[in-house]
């Protein structure tokens, strides 16, 4: 059973903090790890990819990936009310399908 | 088309007859998946298409749930005797390559509402 677990939340942070959002996955295998946000009521976006250990910077998003540990987390800096929304952490192997966690609500209040 | 397409984006239907979803890729896009979503809940793997190789239905819950996808295009789910359960955002992507340039457009959804 491939599985992608997140904390449901919600987390709520203050403006201007940062907000960490943390993912684990149970197939070794895994490749490939994204990040998506959702708004209520929308469909999903892609805001970050990561492949390869280590650190993925994209202005105020950071994805951090250890493989070792099976451990994918979301960093949002300055974290500002439009951030809050429900952001999914999902992994794939290549050739098979990507796999969703359940999602972590974010609310950032002013 | 610019986006992926889902059509219809309600769906209101009595219990026991059967609905068909159609999603339209973006062009040229090989690889197509669709989901589930229930109110609050997270995404749920139906079905994912990826060129021509058989489809991994692994995630469809029951034999009443089946999907096509014609000319490598097009794809329609269909759900027969539909349940009250069944209700939910059916929700389609897809996506042009594997591993690292994969990223998946998602379409609008249908929204399925089982009475």
């Known amino acids: 059973q491939k599985e992608v677990e997140q904390n449901s939340g919600p987390l709520s942070v203050p403006e201007g903090a940062i907000a960490s959002l943390n993912c684990t996955y149970s197939?070794?295998?895994?490749?490939?790890f994204f990040w998506y946000r959702q708004y209520s009521g929308k469909s999903p976006e892609l805001i970050m990819s990561i492949y390869s250990n280590g650190d993925k910077e994209d202005g105020r998003f950071t994805a951090q990936l250890n493989k070792a540990s099976q451990y994918v987390s979301l960093l949002i800096r300055d974290s500002q009310p439009s951030d809050s929304a429900t952001y999914l952490c999902?992994?794939?192997?290549?050739?098979?399908?990507?796999?969703f966690g359940k999602g972590t609500s974010l609310l950032v209040t002013p | 088309g610019a986006g992926v397409s889902q059509s219809p984006s309600n769906k209101v239907t009595e219990k026991g007859k059967d609905v068909e979803l159609r999603c339209d890729p973006i062009s040229g896009h090989t690889a197509l998946y669709w989901y589930r979503q229930s109110l609050g809940q997270g995404l749920e793997f139906l079905i994912y298409f990826q060129g021509n190789s058989a489809p991994d239905k692994s995630g469809l819950p029951s034999d009443r749930f089946s999907a096509e996808r014609t000319g490598g295009s097009v794809s329609t789910l269909t759900i027969q005797r539909t349940q009250q359960e069944d209700s939910a955002v059916y929700l389609c992507a897809s996506s042009a390559l594997q591993g690292e340039n994969e990223k998946l457009f998602f379409g609008s959804g249908t929204q399925l509402s089982v009475l």
């Open positions: 197939d070794r295998v895994s490749q490939s």
């Open positions: 999902a992994a794939s192997n290549s050739g098979y399908a990507l796999n």
